[in-house]
Each structure stands twice: as C-alpha cells, then as structure tokens.
C-alpha cells in the first residue's frame, strides 16, 4: 500500500490557552515593562536618596561651622563690639555734659610735628595735659607755641624724665599742663 499525500491548507488551530500560557504570555510582555520601571523607579529612589543624604551631610557640616563662627564672634567679637558701644554712649555723655575742646585739640595737635608718636591729651574743664614722648627741642617748640597762643592762659612742662639711652638721643617722656583762657560746648555733630 502506497500512502497518500495528504495536503491540509487549512491553518492549524491552536486549543484555547489556559491559565499558565496567558500568564507566561504576561510575564513575557507587560511584566517585563513593569519590573523594568519598577527597577528604574528603585534606582532613582536610591539615587534621590544619596543625593538627599549628601546634601544633609554638606548641612550638618555648614551649621556646625557657622555655630563655630557665631560662638567665635560671642566670645571674640562680641565684647569688643559692645564695648565699642559702650564708649560710643560714653563719647556722647561726656560731649553733651563738657565744653568745646575741638578748636584746642586741633591747636595742640597743629603744634605736634609727628602725630604717631606716644601721645595722650586730658582735658578737663579749663585744664590741658599732654603726656608725651617726642625729641625734647620738639616739646620746647610746642611749649613756646602754646605759650604765643591766646588760648591758652599759662603753660609749663610739668614733668620730663629721661633715661639714659634717651638723654643721647635727646629724646623723652614729658607731661605738659596748660590752662586754658576761656571754654564752651559745641554742638555733636554726626558724620555721614
């Protein structure tokens, strides 16, 4: 017997698919979509999350260091400022409650040669001293200036004392007094 050829041009039908061909069906499609976003939300999470935990690290470090800076200005800056405060306040009582001495420290200062040197001037009321250290022909000149002056009634060195490596260089401390002719308070005038 001679077989026959037998040509099905029909297409095969396939039986309905169950449970486990959709579901391996779905794994192989939409579940590969899903854990694919999935993994990529996880890694943006975990990179958002480094990010986050740099930047509160860089946060921590700049509080700790402006904390630093804030005690550093608390127990450095602080008291020279209020104390700069202070003599402000002070500055201004001691103007508003004495006379005018402007026009005599501009005077005195007039008649000094070199201004950086050691100098301290007291005024009060109608009495002036100069504690000074300068070249003694430096406080002669300055005393017989201030003696030429109107504004002052009587002048005298009070004390000159010198050591001896400052008599060879005719230099040394001195206390000049005056007294002035006459005395008033001015008005404070702030500057800008």
């Known amino acids: 017997m001679e077989k026959k050829r037998i040509f099905n041009l029909l297409k095969p039908v396939q039986p309905p698919p169950s449970f486990w061909d959709k579901f391996y069906n779905w794994i192989l499609t939409r ?24 930047q509160a690290r860089t946060k921590d470090e700049e509080i700790q260091n402006l904390r630093a800076e804030n005690s ?18 002070t500055y201004q009582r001691i103007w508003s409650n004495s006379s005018e001495y402007n026009e005599v420290l501009n005077e005195i200062y007039s008649y000094i040669r070199n201004p950086g ?35 002052f009634a009587s002048v005298f060195v009070d004390t000159l004392s010198l050591e001896q490596k400052e008599v060879l260089q005719s230099t040394g401390q001195y206390v000049l007094v005056a007294t002035l002719s006459s005395y008033q308070r001015g008005e404070l005038e702030s500057s800008p």
């Open 117 to 151: 040197l050691q100098l301290t001037i007291r005024l009060d009321r109608n009495r002036v001293t100069v504690l000074g250290y300068d070249d003694l022909s430096a406080v002669q000149n300055i005393e017989t200036q201030m003696k030429a002056s109107p504004t």
């Open 72 to 89: 550093f200005y608390a127990t450095e800056r602080e008291p020279i400022f209020r104390d700069f405060q202070r003599r402000d306040v």
């Open 31 to 54: 579940a590969r979509v899903v854990i694919l976003i999935t993994e990529l939300l996880i890694v943006a999470a975990f990179v958002g999350k480094v990010i986050v935990d740099t």
